[in-house]
């Protein structure tokens, strides 16, 4: 065979190898992107189940506490009020918050639901009707007049179905973190590991597979961005959602669901390291007339500076909280001496009726105090809570019969 013929087919050979080794890596290339957008896909669905789907039951979840907390609520304000219409009024509110909770449970059963959540709703189904046959008594009592019986009711009954319906609904808030969790720590594993394998495809390739490969990992690095992105985002939001069901919209401190939360926690950590507890309830007097002569602004103003003062007077181991309306609570732990406790009763008071300037007027501030010990005046978060409630309107009853008022 002659040498040009040898090296014409030896060319040949190497076109031909080439042209495969150039088809093999075209179709490595093509692997390689394909790979890298089924993974970018995969990971955006991920993303939008978790952004949507789970955060919107986070919030369901929310407006739902936030109802039944606002429906109890009104619901005691009904039993507490003198006047008759203002009975009313309040009852209506009861009847709109109704409306609410039942509005956000059907958005929430309308979703997607997992053997956990429809668990969870089934014990809600099962607390609520008891929740309602226990609002309905508590309803006829105080349309009869029946006031005392009304309240027996509140703290008796009530109140325990409403901190169990508590508890299920922060479960149901944490069953979503947690799959939130799970499910982005799942996506960045997955966003890892994507990286990895496109590295290692790129660096066995040549030039153009190796050009290619950094693209693709251009690309990932971009929507591994995206994704920190919106975690950061998801993690915003559901602090932001834990402090709006824990905390007072208008003066910032803890809401009576997180008051009794951290009561019955110290309770606990009390019985154990043998220490003491004081709960103060503490009511503004005449509130209402600050209102009806200046405003609501000029209330808001007043209740702002009245839980300043309240959060600077506690230490970082106790606890402030507005409990709704012109209603505050504070709970100090360790105060042992019984004189210490009407010293620190005394500061109090003396702290609240320091003068409120706002808009050209001065408000002269004054509250009623009623105050529990823990183990003295009880053991348990209901007996503690009554006692002080108790004191508090013995408080109120004694400054409005020694001012010839009627209370």
């Not at 040549?206 to 995206?226: F, S």
Request: proline content about 2%; some cysteine.
């Amino acid at each position: 065979m002659p040498a040009s013929h040898r090296r014409e087919q030896l060319s040949r050979t190497m076109s031909s190898y080439l042209g495969l080794g150039y088809a093999l890596l075209i179709v490595l290339m093509a692997g390689l992107a394909g790979h890298a957008i089924w993974q970018i896909v995969e990971l955006k669905a991920r993303m939008s189940d978790i952004v949507d789907v789970r955060n919107r039951k986070i919030q369901l979840a929310t407006d739902l506490q936030e109802a039944s907390y606002n429906r109890h609520n009104t619901l005691v304000y009904q039993v507490l009020a003198q006047d008759p219409f203002e009975r009313d009024a309040y009852f209506q509110l009861y009847i709109k918050w109704g409306y609410r909770v039942g509005v956000a449970r059907a958005d929430l059963k309308s979703l997607s639901l997992d053997a956990f959540e429809r668990a969870n709703l089934m014990r809600q189904d099962m607390l609520v009707e008891r929740i309602l046959l226990v609002q309905e008594a508590i309803t006829d009592l105080s349309a009869r007049d029946e006031m005392d019986a009304a309240r027996a009711r509140l703290s008796a009954d009530l109140r325990p179905l409403n901190l169990q319906y508590t508890e299920i609904l922060e479960s149901l808030r944490r069953h979503e973190r947690d799959l939130i969790r799970t499910a982005l720590e799942q996506a960045q594993q997955a966003t890892d590991r994507a990286i990895s394998l496109h590295l290692s495809l790129g660096a066995v390739l040549i030039l153009l597979a190796v050009a290619i490969a950094g693209i693709t990992r251009r690309l990932l690095k971009r929507d591994a961005r995206i994704i920190y992105a919106q975690v950061s985002e998801l993690e915003q939001a559901g602090t932001l959602l834990e402090h709006q069901a824990t905390h007072d919209p208008l003066t910032g401190l803890a809401n009576r669901a997180l008051f009794y939360r951290r009561l019955d926690e110290a309770i606990q950590h009390a019985s154990e390291e043998q220490f003491s507890l004081v709960i103060m309830y503490i009511d503004l007097d005449d509130f209402k007339q600050v209102n009806d002569q200046h405003g609501h602004a000029a209330g808001d103003a007043l209740l702002l500076a009245v839980s300043r003062r309240l959060h600077h007077l506690v230490r970082k181991s106790d606890t402030s909280a507005r409990l709704g309306g012109d209603e505050f609570a504070l709970l100090f732990v360790g105060i042992e001496a019984t004189e210490a406790c009407a010293e620190l009763c005394a500061k109090v008071e003396r702290e609240i009726a320091q003068p409120v300037y706002h808009a050209g007027i001065t408000l002269t501030p004054s509250c009623s105090i009623g105050h529990a010990i823990y183990p003295r005046d009880g053991c348990k978060l209901d007996d503690l809570l009554n006692a002080a409630d108790a004191k508090m309107y013995e408080v109120k009853r004694a400054r409005k019969l020694a001012r010839g008022e009627s209370f």
